[in-house]
């Protein structure tokens, strides 16, 4: 997505079916999640979808799909992550996932 420095983006995951990149968009601390559609050569298909709008200041660490969601790991606050699930439509808020517990990182399905 070429974002501006001190900008990333982070943590890229295919969807089961190869047509859309679910990754993280970072400023330098806080960080946001967006799914971009693909073509069957993986390149990118119009711009980027932001899902998130979690205004914390903590990067996630790691996404996965499972099925109609996304699980990432985030913080609100630095040391204690949690696993989190979101809809891929962006419909409804983050919701924390207590199976895992704290210090919960990278997960994958």
């Known amino acids: 997505t070429n974002p501006t420095a001190p900008a990333f983006d982070a943590y890229p995951s295919f969807s089961p079916d190869g047509g859309t990149l679910a990754f993280a968009g970072c400023t330098s601390v806080a960080c946001d999640l967006y799914l971009q559609d693909l073509d ?6 119009g711009s980027p979808r932001r899902i998130t709008r979690l205004n914390y200041q903590s990067p996630i660490r790691g996404i996965a799909w499972a099925g109609d969601w996304l699980v990432y790991s985030g913080s609100l606050s630095w040391g204690m992550w949690y696993l989190w699930q979101v809809k891929t439509d962006g419909s409804s808020a983050p919701e924390r996932l207590e199976i895992a517990g704290a210090r919960a990182l990278f997960p994958a399905f």
């Open 40 to 45: 069957s050569s993986y390149a990118p298909r």
